[in-house]
């Protein structure tokens, strides 16, 4: 839980304090991944096994046994919803580098005013 | 200077606001509300061993959906904006470096391999962890492998453009068969459940994630495609 504070906090100085965009993307990755940590945190319960129904588990007593499988599967999402936004974010960087040859973020200004 | 104070002054109220949310916080001992209700039922209601996939893939099967489309739109949106324009593409045909020849042979050793692994990650999805995103990404990945080893490696477009809109259209045709054959929209009982545990069982699941699969699979070559055809 500490540690994914502790992600989310540097990416996020990664997106503020960085000029580069490709560092900015990066630190907004870190910081995703955070999130994740600390979803996945929130549904972990203290000796308990995954949430699969095998050998390990016996299915009738699998509420005492398991943690809570909800909030994996939202990070499962997010997860995939990181990875296109990523996707989507470095493709603009490399359309606007191929526009200035450059991936400083304070040589885009046209929409300042 | 300013500036740099003025973000650390706003990191630090972020991480304010973080110690006073995670204050009051005590880790879980019991499950809540619709988690337990998930995990004593599942077994009845979806006969899936694996239960995270039964909530991603039926009982909140329209986020999966939703996750779907933005993936699509994500990769729609990379090819858009990546395409080359016709003039432009015979101008930027350099000449570049080939790959030693221990990466292109170990990248035709083992790609069949990663490829197969990718299929039964997808195909095993509601027996064990995985499922039709990490599949389909560890099937990208072979085709990334691919593109190291062979720069000048050109996928068929057509083919993965078929397998893309036949495996999208098909997830939402088996999401309708579950509203008229069985109790609503990507419901999997209208499959017979079969035997709890082996490969053919949990009714339309492991169908929706073989199609997730290669949905994705498909997608997230096409993207790196389009990345490595640009980023000269």
Redesign the interface.
Known sequence: ?ILG?AL??IG??GL??RKNMIKMILGLAIAETGLQLIMVT?????GRT?????GAVN?LL??RQ?V???P??LV??A???G???N??M???V??LY?KKQSLNISDYKDLKW | MVR?AF?LL??LA??GI?FSI?KG?T??????G???D???N??EQLGA????T???VTY?GL??LG?VT??F???S??AV??RRKRDEAAATVKIKRAASEIVTTGASLLSPFIVMFGAYIFLNGH???G?G?QGG?VIASAVLLLFLAHPDYKLKHAVLNIIESFSGFAYVLVGLLGLFLAGGFLDNRFLPLGHF?SLLSAGAIPVIYVLIGLK?GTE?AT?LE??KG??L
């Open positions: 839980m504070v989310v906090l996020f100085w503020i304090s929130i549904g972990y319960i203290d995954a949430p699969i129904l095998d299915t699998a509420v398991v809570d499988p909800v994996q599967a499962l999402t997860i995939v919803i990875v296109a936004v996707a989507l470095l493709t603009f490399i359309r191929q | 740099r973000s706003l990191i972020l991480a973080f995670l916080w880790p879980m001992t019991e499950l809540s619709v988690a337990r998930y995990v004593a599942e077994k061993m694996n239960l995270v039964a909530i991603v909140r986020d999966t996750e933005v993936l739109l994500a990769a949106g990379v904006l990546l027996l064990s962890p499922g995103f990404a545990g994705v997230l993207i389009n990345m640009r980023a």
